[in-house]
């Protein structure tokens, strides 16, 4: 018998677990006071900073700075095409 693994994306593994992380807390901000599984302070870690600092990281998307581009984005391919014509159309005149 053989078995075949499928591989796991981790972002998406981390988007279950922040999802799930959510569902906790609003279980446990849904239970009478004294009731709870919970520290109160274990409550805020998760609202204030874990779920916050995951999905951060999970939504980022990079700058032109970050990509390296600086102030100006790339060029498309076609304004990459236009300007080898123009260039082409200027050594030929």
Do not use: F
Request: glycine share 4%; hydrophobic share 35%.
């Amino acid at each position: 018998m053989t078995t075949t693994s499928r591989r796991i994306n981790e972002y998406t593994a981390l988007a279950g677990i922040v999802k799930d992380l959510k569902a906790i807390v609003a279980r446990e901000s849904k239970r009478p006071q004294g009731c709870e599984d919970l520290t109160p302070s274990m409550l805020a870690l998760l609202e204030e900073e874990i779920i916050p600092q995951l999905e951060n990281e999970l939504n980022w998307e990079p700058s032109d700075a970050d990509l390296g581009y600086g102030s100006e984005p790339p060029l498309t391919a076609d304004e990459r095409h236009t300007a080898a014509w123009q260039q082409h159309q200027a050594m030929h005149n």
